[in-house]
């Protein structure tokens, strides 16, 4: 007979990770050794020797945690924690800090003075901070240095030491305004009455941390944020539980109901940072506990009590407590844990402690009887049983409660369950196989169907984890990628699930070839997979088809010998479809590759210019002569120069002796080089005409010719050694045969020259030429 089933069915998955808790209550003693996962340090602090140390007695330290978990604000919140302020000098402090808890991303305030809440000259504040309370040894963090707003009414950055200082929201270099203060180990208008007095730190240097209440120095914090009623904000109060003698531990409030006007987030998130400058302390804390502030108006969740819940032997059954079995009466409340329990005394036993009875770890979700194991899933209800192989019984009681964020806990309600033979379990053919994957062609379609030996109904189709809406049949059509799984309803009741199957569409490469492709040889047919972009054949296969339909896959294609067109096409290895084909044309060549070039100056197309041969700033034309049709040139001019055009023209700038290479290439693995030797002997020229002739006006002026000079002396002398005339202008057209207008009679005249090259050298010249009339 089949058994009706009171509790929803889950199938969007085959095993459950359990989530770390949301919500309060949250407790994090750090005595452990190791931080939860929510626990997130940074800078200097460290979990060891049973607390969280968030400086050591060093100068310029800085540390901060926070807990990475978001709080509702809607009932308010308290935190309670022991802190530790020893061994150094007295500075500079701690803070305890809330901020909003939807932002995405954290990061600490300024240090020293600020305390990792506040900005400074340098720093921004904490992000999306809504308050934070300073525990402050040295005194900064209730004046107003730093570019800090706001302090105790007093002179201008005035320390204000042992002070516990209130300040509000802020964002990168904007608010956090001086809310309120005490000053705990003095009297006067921000002070304590002289029995109340007690100092933040509890030692100077060379003492201990004292954890013992009754022991003088012990220091504990609990400070609370109320929502208003019917307000915008909240009222704060800071207590602490102090000894400054033996045996004698006071509570006392230190801050009282203080109107703080700031509408809060939706949620916030916990921290504490910690800081040290010139002067030194160590600042630790341990046993933190966050709960709600206003627990009087909060309200447990309720259950009732579930009975003919089927599930079957031999398989892990997933399950979800209905919503109609469970009420949570408080705004904004969600589901934080679901625990189980083998009696009603277990439950009754953690009501007492909040760290037990809002607790929902790794451990806590599971629940290990002789008749099977319970397992939360650490979502919602969701959860999990898999009935123990040795139990021959058919029914199954526990007991459950339901916490919401707020750590409010139900009581215990009995969920029975009925145990029934194990199933025939199903499985999934892929194109009526029994596959478990299968990589399937572009386009193709793949038909997922159902197999059992038993009965079955009511089937669900999943893709990547999520169920696939409306349908409904054992079969299911797949056009796309993905992991499929199934499930189904036995006869029995049972719930069946199949196993994973993985449909790959595989990606083929964009076929990039260079075409036409040319040979290195008349005869000598070229390797086609060179000239492939990112060849592959561990991945993919290769398919040249010539035009007579001749086909040579990966290998095969060393055998062709013809030249002509052919399609080449690609697939993945593991599909028998290929990709639409790609023509290419390869050509060989009627001589074989051969490197070879020669040179001329570009500006005359000769290869000197004069005796004194090519010069250092000449541009020379580099000129192919390689035979055998290359497609790519590689030119290296040998004084680290390169170039790929096929004739480029190349200055050098410099004298020497130069090796030029060049290599030609009309493929891969297809090349040719050929090196000549280039000699430059100069960095400049300087040619003096034999002789002028001023009537004519192709030969009018007396005027060297000139390259790479950057400046000249030019004097021209008769034959018996008088000065005539000088010449130092560049860019002069020279001597025309005149002095002061007066033609000078033909004959023999002397000219010395003496210049300066672009490279700094000193050159002169000197000699006879003729005066032509």
């Not at 029995?195 to 012990?218: A, C, H, L, M």
């Not at 921290?271 to 206003?294: C, K, M, P, Q, Y």
């Not at 379609?445 to 696939?468: C, V």
Request: a negative charge; glycine letters at 10%.
């Amino acid at each position: 007979m089949k058994v009706s089933i009171g509790l929803s069915l889950i199938v969007m998955m085959l095993s459950f990770s359990v989530r770390a808790q949301q919500g309060f209550p949250y407790c994090e003693s750090f005595q452990e050794g190791t931080e939860r996962d929510e626990t997130i340090l940074g800078g200097n602090a460290i979990i060891q020797d049973g607390v969280l140390r968030l400086t050591n007695a060093v100068m310029d330290q800085k540390g901060y945690v926070y807990i990475d978990i978001p709080f509702s604000s809607s009932f308010g919140v308290k935190a309670s924690f022991e802190y530790f302020s020893y061994g150094g000098t007295g500075a500079d402090g701690m803070t305890v800090f809330l901020f909003d808890g939807g932002n995405p991303s954290f990061s600490p305030g300024a240090f020293g003075g600020s305390l990792g809440y506040a900005m400074n000259a340098d720093s921004p504040g904490l992000t999306q901070a809504y308050l934070g309370v300073g525990f402050d040894s040295f005194g900064n963090f209730g004046n107003n240095s730093e570019n800090k707003t706001g302090g105790f009414s007093s002179g201008i950055n005035q320390l204000h030491p042992n002070a516990i200082v209130v300040r509000g929201p802020g964002n990168g270099y904007n608010g956090y305004h001086f809310i309120t203060g005490v000053k705990v180990n003095e009297g006067g208008a921000y002070g304590l009455p002289e029995d109340q007095q007690f100092s933040i730190s509890s030692g100077g240097p060379g003492t201990r941390r004292v954890e013992v209440p009754e022991e003088t120095g012990y220091r504990k914090v609990i400070f609370k944020l109320r929502p208003k009623n019917g307000g915008t904000g909240c009222f704060l109060d800071v207590e602490m539980i102090f000894t400054t003698e033996n045996g004698n531990p006071r509570q006392i409030t230190l801050i009282d109901n203080v109107d703080y006007p700031y509408p809060s987030p939706k949620t916030l998130k916990i921290g504490f940072a910690g800081s040290t400058g010139g002067e030194t302390n160590i600042h630790e804390i341990r046993n933190l506990l966050v709960e709600v502030a206003d627990q009087d108006n909060l309200k447990k969740p309720t259950t009732s009590n579930i009975e003919n819940v089927g599930v079957c032997m031999g398989q892990e059954n997933f399950l979800e407590i209905p919503e109609v079995n469970y009420t949570l009466p408080n705004i904004d409340s969600r589901v934080s844990c679901l625990q189980f329990f083998e009696s009603m005394d277990e439950i009754m036993e953690i009501e007492t402690d909040p760290c037990l009875s809002g607790r929902c770890h790794t451990d806590d979700a599971v629940l290990i009887t002789q008749e099977g194991t319970f397992k939360y899933s650490g979502s919602g209800t969701q959860f999990s049983f898999v009935p123990d192989p040795d139990f021959t019984g058919n029914r199954i009681q526990v007991f459950y409660t339901v916490t919401d964020n707020y750590g409010k806990t139900s009581n215990g309600s009995t969920l029975l369950l009925d145990v029934m033979d194990k199933p025939e379990p199903i499985s999934i053919m892929v194109n009526q196989l029994p596959l478990l994957s299968k990589d399937a062609c572009p386009e193709e379609e793949i038909i997922l169907s159902i197999f059992s030996l038993g009965e079955n109904e009511h089937y669900e189709w999943f893709k990547d984890g999520l169920k696939i809406e409306a349908e409904s049949s054992s079969s299911l059509l797949v056009q796309e990628s993905g992991v499929f799984h199934a499930r189904a309803i036995s006869s029995d009741g049972c719930p069946l699930i199949t196993e994973n199957i993985t449909i790959n569409y595989p990606a083929y490469p964009d076929l990039e070839v260079l075409s036409p492709i040319y040979g290195c040889q008349p005869n000598l047919f070229p390797d086609i997979r060179g000239f492939i972009a990112d060849y592959d054949t561990l991945q993919f296969d290769y398919q040249l088809k010539n035009d007579s339909g001749e086909k040579f896959i990966n290998e095969d294609m060393l055998t062709l010998t013809e030249e002509g067109v052919y399609d080449l096409s690609v697939k993945p290895k593991s599909l028998e479809c290929w990709s639409s084909p790609t023509s290419i044309r390869v050509i060989l060549p009627e001589e074989a590759l051969e490197a070879s070039f020669d040179y001329v100056l570009n500006s005359t197309g000769k290869k000197e210019e004069s005796a004194d041969g090519i010069l250092a700033i000449d541009p020379i034309r580099f000129m192919d002569l390689s035979a055998g049709n290359p497609q790519r040139w590689f030119w290296d001019f040998g004084d680290g120069n390169t170039s790929e055009q096929r004739s480029p023209v190349h200055v050098y700038g410099d004298k020497g002796e130069f090796l030029v290479s060049l290599r030609v290439e009309n493929g891969p693995d297809c090349a040719a080089c050929f090196e000549f030797p280039i000699i430059i002997r100069r960095t400049y020229r300087v040619m003096f005409p034999t002789g002028f002739t001023p009537s004519r006006s192709e030969d009018k002026f007396f005027m060297p010719k000139m390259k790479g000079i950057e400046s000249m002396e030019l004097k021209i002398f008769n034959t018996w050694g008088e000065f005539l005339i000088e010449i130092t202008d560049l860019n002069s057209p020279g001597w025309d045969g005149a002095i002061n207008g007066t033609p000078l009679p033909p004959g023999t005249y002397v000219y010395r020259g003496d210049f300066k090259t672009n490279k700094g050298e000193l050159v002169s010249r000197s000699g006879k030429f003729l005066l032509i009339r």
